[in-house]
């Protein structure tokens, strides 16, 4: 075999290394590839925001849980007035303003009267003249008896002659009647003056009865007429109210109706005062139905007054199956259960908070209703209800896209 074919079989080991070099580098670039995938995974799946459904915590009184019905009403007075005169003539003063309180039989306005006021003195002067005619006449029947006694007397001793006897019993007589006409002078002189007070006391204008004046409709200046029917009079002077007799009237669905009777206990709560709670009991039923509500009236009266209840406020009334008792007029915070998580030992709620949650211990109280009462939470705060079995303390979170 010659030389050069020698040569041809003789291993060339420069060549047979640059391969393997080759391979090393590319197993290193393909692990770190694997190791960067991986850490990318690890990171997103740490970063990813778990969706949530969530519910907020709620400030429930203990009275929802034995509340049979709920119905919606207004604050009505069941006395009211628009008080008004009697006779026609001009304000000349108004003593009140929306908010004042009234007493029965206070003044609360007064038309023009001077014409009036003469009236009444001419009333005084004539039964003055009447009381003077019948002392006048008194003192003439008086004179007239003496004279007809007299000669009564003579006539029967034969002095004086029977003429001179009727001439003196008809002057009694005359006398006698003169005194009856100046005592029926006196009783109609006593009727006009008291007629003329009367219609003194028209353009007085007076509360009816204990109350608070709701509007002011007119102003000095005004024409007050009993039925307002002419050109810019005006009928009554001002609207007041009881504020003592003021009843929620709630619409009932006729299909409720069976859960209400009187003497119910209630919990009514206005629209202004959201805040606060005020006992109430069913005062009465009204025996009619509406037909196009299908409803029927109940009156719900006030167990305490308080001066921030008005007239035509919006209210709710709750128809208790028990009364309240003070308790049960106490907030309490309630959470719906499905938002309590065991872990660690200890029972508590995911709050959320901006993007995240964070592990907030609670402790149960007593069973509100379809909600459980809790501390450690305040009213409005927002908890997760599920998953939690994918929560945890500082869990990233989203909630659903509304539709």
């Known amino acids: 075999m010659s030389s050069e074919s020698l040569d041809r079989l003789t291993i060339d080991k420069s060549r047979q290394q640059r391969p393997a070099g080759r391979r090393n580098r590319t197993v290193i670039i393909i692990a770190s590839a694997a190791l960067l995938s991986v850490a990318l995974i690890v990171g997103m799946y740490r970063g990813k925001a778990v969706v949530i459904e969530s519910g907020s915590v709620s400030q429930v009184f203990p009275t929802q849980s034995f509340t049979l019905l709920n119905a919606s009403g207004y604050v009505v007075a069941q006395r009211k007035a628009a008080v008004a005169s009697k006779t026609t003539g001009r304000l000349e003063w108004i003593g009140v303003e929306e908010g004042s309180v009234v007493k029965s039989g206070q003044i609360i306005a007064r038309l023009e009267n001077r014409d009036l006021q003469s009236i009444v003195q001419q009333g005084v002067a004539s039964l003055q003249n009447s009381r003077a005619l019948l002392a006048q006449a008194r003192a003439e029947l008086a004179d ?192 719906n259960p499905a938002a309590i998580v065991s872990t660690g030992g200890r029972e508590g709620v995911y709050r959320v908070k901006a993007e995240r949650v964070e592990f907030v211990p609670v402790k149960r109280g007593a069973k509100l209703g379809d909600l459980v009462e809790v501390s450690g939470v305040k009213s409005g705060d927002k908890v997760a209800l599920k998953p939690l079995d994918k929560l945890k303390d500082g869990s990233k979170i989203s909630l659903p896209e509304k539709k």
Not at 239 to 245: E, H, M, R, W, Y
């Open 144 to 335: 007239a008896e003496q004279s007809y006694k007299r000669q009564q007397e003579l006539l029967k001793q034969g002095i004086v002659s029977r003429s001179e006897f009727d001439i003196a019993e008809a002057r009694f007589k005359r006398a006698a009647a003169g005194t009856r006409a100046s005592e029926a002078g006196i009783s109609g002189s006593g009727a006009s003056l008291r007629g003329a007070r009367i219609n003194l006391d028209y353009s007085l204008i007076r509360a009816p009865f204990d109350a608070v004046v709701l509007t002011k409709n007119a102003d000095v200046g005004d024409i007050i007429t009993p039925l307002g029917a002419a050109a810019n009079a005006k009928a009554a002077v001002v609207t007041i109210a009881d504020l003592t007799s003021l009843e929620v009237e709630a619409d009932v669905s006729e299909s409720n109706l069976a859960q209400v009777k009187k003497g119910q206990p209630c919990e009514i709560v206005l629209d202004a005062l959201p805040g606060a709670r005020f006992r109430g009991v069913v005062h009465t039923v009204v025996p009619t139905a509406d037909r196009t509500k299908a409803s029927v009236m109940v009156k719900v009266r006030f167990v305490d007054t308080d001066s921030r209840i008005l007239p035509e406020m919006s209210a709710k009334v709750a128809f208790l199956e028990r009364e309240a008792v003070k308790a049960d007029q106490q907030p309490r915070i309630a959470v």
